[in-house]
């Protein structure tokens, strides 16, 4: 397989730096999918350690991949946990059970990457929003079904490494 030598024609706008990036509670909108083209959306995070990042979940339309800025971000895919510093990458499919918290003394920041790019800055401004209001857990699952998340809170699995 080859590769194109000439650069296609893009739509004005479709490529450019993003220099008004969002941030709803611990994301940063860094390249959501309508900035770029729908192929994928990146967002940045973090989360204290003590604390789960996202309850075991999976997502039946993209996959989500996560990259390790700082500290140290713990990762479940299935039921096992492995544990990623800086640097390190983690892929979950489509379909994929997983969860992720930060471990260690610091604070995890990490990249997240959704492919193809799913409307995400949707359910990370509505958490937001049901967390300052109190909303129960099931409101927040509700929330997270109609945003292609199906959270698992009853999934058994190894415990978080520290």
């Known amino acids: 397989m080859s590769f ?6 893009a739509e004005p ?6 220099a008004d990036v969002e941030q709803a509670g611990p994301a940063v ?15 940045e995070s973090s989360t ?3 604390r789960l990042g996202a309850v075991p979940h999976y997502h039946q339309g993209f996959s989500e991949s996560f990259w390790v800025i700082s500290g140290r971000l713990a990762v479940m895919s299935g039921r096992g946990w492995e544990v990623l510093g800086s640097g390190d990458f983690a892929h979950v499919p489509v379909n994929g059970v997983h969860a992720f918290a930060a471990v260690g003394d610091e604070r995890a920041r990490f990249l997240i990457l959704f492919v193809p790019g799913a409307p995400r800055e949707h359910y990370f401004r509505g958490l937001v929003d049901l967390f300052s209001r109190g909303a129960s857990t099931e409101e927040i699952d509700a929330f997270a079904l109609e945003c292609d998340q199906v959270n698992l809170r009853d999934w058994e699995h190894d415990p978080i490494p520290t």
């Open 4 to 9: 194109p030598t000439e650069v296609p024609a």
């Open 48 to 50: 204290e350690p003590g």
């Open 29 to 43: 909108f860094t390249a959501p999918s309508d900035v770029v083209g729908g192929g994928f959306g990146l967002f």
């Open 13 to 18: 706008g479709t490529y450019r730096f993003r």
